[in-house]
């Protein structure tokens, strides 16, 4: 059976799009629209999952959870969106 990955965004809107920033395992992307976003998180979470079976390793080995201040800012926002 497959293991269950339950990770949390911290989502931010900037001058040239948005971000995503992993809580749990810090790496971030970006794109113009949400909508891209939604699709460029996907692609990033297979990307480390892929990976990381061929190399033989756990997904996301080796990256450290975000700082702090990243975890404040997700727990002090008002928005929550549904898993996928």
Not at 4 to 23: D, K, T
Not at 30 to 35: D, K, S
Not at 55 to 67: C, D, E, S, T
């Amino acid at each position: 059976m497959a293991e269950r990955l339950e990770l949390n965004f911290l989502l931010l809107e900037g001058e040239h799009g948005w971000s995503a920033r992993c809580l749990e395992y810090d790496f971030v992307t970006q794109a113009e629209t949400l909508g891209d976003l939604a699709f460029e998180i996907q692609r990033t979470v297979v990307g480390h999952i892929a990976v990381g079976a061929e190399l033989g390793r756990r997904p996301f080995q080796g990256l450290k959870r975000a700082a702090d201040e990243h975890w404040e800012l997700f727990k002090r926002s008002p928005f929550e969106t549904p898993a996928h």
